[in-house]
């Protein structure tokens, strides 16, 4: 266990594997070396910018780009109409549905793309879209999620013969009748009504993309902020019939995802279009507004759910009803089979009887997206749900929350553990897990502080509210196996090549993209580990196509679960080969080497001993190589995880509440993950605490709301807010390590655990100080004011 | 109109239109790309620059405005021998992550020390208050700053 | 990342030139200080100035100082100088504990005393600093220079009584024995525009108030002030009961208007319960206790 306050340092020296290591890419980036999308200029770059609908619905009766095609700098203004004579008008989302390019007939959210300029620098392109006049035909939106299958809701997809309403799926998952018996027998159940409101993953870094077409050898290259590049090249193949061996996508460093960078934007197609009109490579990168009004949004989900129990404290079951909010285009990124994504885990960490949910999608006049932001594919829903759900019940019972989920949680012994909705939790230690983090924040003495508190503050002593919240989640991330999970039908696998070069250094490609969490140190550690030369003597490629084998990228916390594996597994493979070759340098059989520490040795016989460095050169030499190997050491892997992995946690938030004001502060967060193995602890921390601010922003100022035209009110860092050091407290972490039985060196993934875990700990503690039994996030001091009078607020809409 | 402006010590004259923002005349004339940019309301500090020796939103003040004027970035903290105290200790405590919001948050931090050799906990989150990081959850940040302040007083001891 | 449209630059060496300059590029010239309001307004093309007229160079403009019973604080004081200064926090804690929570330091940097007023955002927290404190504005023009009390200057949001050809080159606070002064915002976040502030300066006579001011910003108060508030509390004992009878004054002559900050009836419930709270502070500061700024 480690905890407290003190984070994790860098080692002075270079471990020869896992532990805490200086990042090899900070060289870079803390001199200003970083290579970045908007950084690189090729010769002869034009600049595209984007003519977006301030109207969130509303047919376009005419559109005139003649003052803006005279503007003396502007090289070319492309329309819906330009892009349906190529085909391209309209593009397949990552859910089998179309969104447009550039709009042809009506807008359908406010931001949709209409026009695309191109011209010789960003100031110029920004100049001809005020050229260019528009005309609409406003219609009425669909802002309010809840209204968009009222029989007379405008239709916003008329696009698609035959569609008469906005419903776009009905899925669901669990057994009906068993949740319904389960109910019918409880003692007693809770309800609750709770919406996890749109958020944007938000990244410092905006998404961007230059296309280049050589007109001459009709290669395209694209560089382009995308967390999933392989994918990338398949789809524009597949949208705009270009061959797929002339396309090379480039993603140089990336400035954070979260989820944001994973789908192709119609500006990066129009950036495409635009470079085969002109000849010239185009550079389109949006800005803070075009980021957060018309890229990936996330979560949007309206949830009823119930929760049954004993007397005597025992949960039985819980059952889902969700209304999902896709907006105009169903744009949503998660496997193909499973429209709701992994929202079935909803479950949670508890041993249940049975459970059920239903799933609506609808379309209304908002961005497409709905599950980018470091959420698992719709876990954060999930976890939000049932951490709420238990402290709604043992609200209403009276119970202590740290106890009714101790009491409840899935045991050590129970793993693999089969949840009520099918899926198998690979491994955990829940309770141990949750008590360290008990233990850690002094779980008992706080109580006992928040009981003289609120004494005096009824005295009128005291000023201030103090509130403890509890979240236990269980992610579920590396995405596949491939048979159960695609992507537009490219199953969920990643790839990895493993070069080692005669002097022992060796080049480690990636399918995977790192956005800033550092796989060309942590990756290179798993060589290292494996082959036991040093990280240092690793170089790791990734995010150039022609450079790497095929892979889907790195989100829902995949980059360790599948690529890590591919890295070890790849590694094993070349150090297999290398005891061929050992064994003839030794004149042994292969079967008499024993591998330690780097080398290999004659069993029995230590001093007998070759080191990777010196195989590797025997590898490429005049040796007579044995069957097996035919030159070099080199090898390459497709690994298809057999399961996912289930990283877990326990987390305590404690927030001081001013009733006067509303405001809000976090005093205290306990974090204790089990991520399985950690291959650089410092790395995973680092992880850990920018999951943990994302959920105070969540959960106390981050929304997407929109007025009744469909204005979006949320459409800059003015609005949308994201949490400064100022709001975060220290974090405090602790650990648990229960190695994942299936993965090849046992460990989980984590970059979206705290995401997923935090958001209900400082609701459930906010909420706790102020004794009101829910109020939807984000809980601003208006929010929570207003929680207090009995009047909460809706917080998608805007307030009256 | 054309502006002379300091940059990192040396001189460099610049035809620009009077519109220009100073973070584009960093990035997009003089190739310092160092200096980023992330919003449009002057919200992120991902483009925070030292005027005159004082950090600033370089994406709100005009390149015109920096004529006759001091200007330095992330690229001028490493010397030839080596890397400045704060940069060091961002790579120790692992104070970054994508690494986006990095130099501003090393001009800021940089800035921080030469006024106040000693800040608290505290003084640093207030400090950084107007920079928005969005992977490290601004702990090793904080961490990083209080290191290079400890570093740099075991330097000054020695000195 | 958003641009400005085109406009012509000029920098002025002098009050005297930077009217002049006002003079001939006529009605579409703006003057630009720290451009921390101007510039982002006109990233977005709200603002499209033909002419900025740079006034950075105005040395004249920078000074803060005492002379004769009055604080002068120059039109191009910077946010932060404002917040570092002795004397200012000697003598007026409110704009201390302003300062402190007005933007982010980086921006506090930049953005200037005079800017700020002339900005006329309904949420600006200076103008509800210097509306209790009743500070008075000298405005220059070609014909010389006037003063305006702060409560007059500002006529509506993004307004003020500043002329085409005129510039605000100083605030000037009257100093009185015996006062104490606070302010208090309540934000969403570090940073972030006031969901609602007040600002309190109180002299006691005794335990009896003898003249008070109360600034508000963000509540659609009438001049950022709160006078009905401040004509209850004169003369009456400087006691819990008192603030709080005040805040209810104050909540009840405002008029807040709903946005993403927060409804109508939190944002008044704010107005009162943050001059109380304002009120409370600066009555312990003139007894002569020391209150610490609250930080962001
Ligand atoms: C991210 C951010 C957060 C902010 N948060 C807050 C906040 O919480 N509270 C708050 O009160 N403010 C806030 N501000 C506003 C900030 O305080 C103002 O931008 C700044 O003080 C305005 O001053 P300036 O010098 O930058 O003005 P400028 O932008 O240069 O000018 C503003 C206006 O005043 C005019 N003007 C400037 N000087 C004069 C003069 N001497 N005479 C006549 N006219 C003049 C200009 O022509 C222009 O119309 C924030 C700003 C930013 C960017
Ligand atoms: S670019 Fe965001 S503050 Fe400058
Ligand atoms: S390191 Fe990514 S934004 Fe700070």
Known sequence: MSAGIDSITAAATTPRGYGPMRRKEDARFLRGKGHYLDDIRLPGMLHGAILRSPYAHAWITAIDTSAAEAHPKVHAVITGETLAGLGLAWMPTLSHDVQAVLATDKVRFQGQEVAFVVAEDRYAARDALGLIDVEYEPLTPVVDARKSLDPDAPLIR???????????????????????????????????????????????????????????????????????????????????????????????????????????????????????????????????????????????YHMHGEIAATKDGTILGVRVKVLADHGAFNGTAQPSKMPAGLFHVFTGSYDLQAAHCAVTGVYTNKAPGGVAYACSFRITEAVYLIERLVDVLATDQGWDPAELRMNNLIRAEQFPYTTATGWEYDSGDYPQTLRLALQMVGYEELRREQAARRAAFERGEASELMGIGLSFFTEAVGAGPRKHMDILGLGMADGAELRVHPTGKAVLRLSCKSQGQGH?????????????????????????????????????????????????????????????????????????????????????????????AEIAMAAHSDLELPEGVEGHLDATCVYNPPNLTYPCGGYVCVVDVDPGTGQVKVRRFVAVDDCGVRINPMVVEGQVHGGLADGIGMALMEVMAFDTDGNHLGASFMDYLLPTAVECPSWELGETVTPSPHHPIGAKGVGESATVGSPPAVVNAVLDAIGVRHADMPLTPAQVWRAMQGRPLRTDLAIG | MQITVTVNGAERTVEVEPRLLLVHLLRDHLGLTGTHWGCDTSNCGTCVVWFD???????????????????????????????????????????????????????????????????????????????????????NIVRSVRAAAELSQVKGARA | MQVPAQFEYARATSVAHAIDLLRRHGPESRLVAGGHSLIPMMK??????????????????????????????????????????????????????????????????????????????????????????????????????????????????????????EILTELRVPIRPGGGSAYTKVERRAGDWAVAAAGAVLWLDGNTVSDVGIGLTAVGAAHFAAEEAEDFLRGRPATEESFAAAGRIAAAHCNPVADQRGPVDYKRHLAGELTTRALRRAAARAAGAAVETEGA
């Not at chain 3, 940097?109 to 600006?124: K, R």
């Open chain 1, 158 to 300: 008329d696009d698609i013969t035959g569609r008469t309403d906005n419903h776009i799926f009905d899925w669901e998952a669990g057994d009906a009748a068993a949740t319904d018996e389960v109910f019918a027998r409880a003692d007693v159940v809770s309800s609750c009504d709770m919406v996890y409101p749109r958020t944007h993953p938000a990244p410092m870094e905006t998404c961007g993309s230059i296309a280049s077409m050589d007109p001459v050898t009709g290669k395209l290259t694209v560089y382009t902020t995308t967390q999933a590049p392989h994918a990338h090249r398949t789809v524009y193949a597949l949208v705009a019939g270009l061959p797929e061996h002339k396309i090379q996508i480039i993603s140089p460093d990336i400035g954070g995802g979260f989820g944001n960078k994973v789908g192709i934007y119609p500006g990066y197609v129009c950036a495409v279009v635009g470079s085969i009109v002109t000849g010239a490579p185009v550079k389109w990168v949006e800005d803070r507004s075009e980021n957060l009004m018309s890229t990936s949004f996330a979560r949007d």
């Open chain 1, 520 to 612: 060309e140190t942590t990756f290179a550690q798993i060589v290292a580990e494996e082959l036991g030369i040093s990280p240092d003597d690793i170089e790791v490629v990734q995010g150039d196509t022609d450079q790497t084998p095929f892979g889907l990228g790195t989100y829902g916390s995949r980059s360790t679960p599948v690529s890590g594996a591919a890295a070890a597994v790849v590694a094993r493979k070349v150090r297999e080969r290398a005891r061929i070759v050992a064994a003839a340098m030794l004149e042994v059989s292969p079967a008499d080497l024993e591998w330690s520490k780097g080398s290999f040795h004659v069993k029995g016989d230590p001093s007998a001993s070759k080191a990777m």
């Open chain 2, 53 to 139: 020796g004082t950090p600033v939103k370089s994406c709100t003040v005009l390149a015109a405005m920096a004529d006759g004027h001091e200007v330095r970035t992330v690229e001028d903290l490493a010397t030839a021998d080596g890397l400045d105290p704060i940069q060091q200790a961002f790579s120790d405590h692992h104070g970054l992550q994508c690494g986006f919001c990095t130099p501003g948050m090393l001009m800021t931090g940089r800035w921080l020390l030469d006024r106040n050799p000693d800040p608290s906990e505290q003084e640093i989150r207030e400090a950084i208050s107007g920079q928005v990081c969005r992977c490290t959850g601004y702990q």
């Open chain 3, 44 to 165: 977005l093309r709200i603002a499209n100035p033909e002419t900025l007229i740079d006034i950075n160079d105005l040395a004249e403009l920078t000074r803060i100082g005492l002379d004769s019973g009055l604080l002068r604080i120059g039109a191009l004081v910077r946010h932060a100088e404002l917040l570092d200064s002795a004397v200012v926090g000697e003598h007026f804690a409110i704009f201390r504990d302003a300062e402190r929570v007005i933007a982010d330091p980086i921006v506090r940097n930049w953005g200037t005393v005079g800017g700020s007023l002339c900005q006329a955002d309904p949420s600006e927290d200076l103008s509800a600093a210097f509306s209790a404190v009743r500070a008075i504005a000298v405005i220059q023009g070609a014909d010389g220079e006037r003063t305006v009390p702060v409560r007059e200057f500002h006529t509506g949001p993004y307004q003020t009584v500043v002329g085409a050809a």
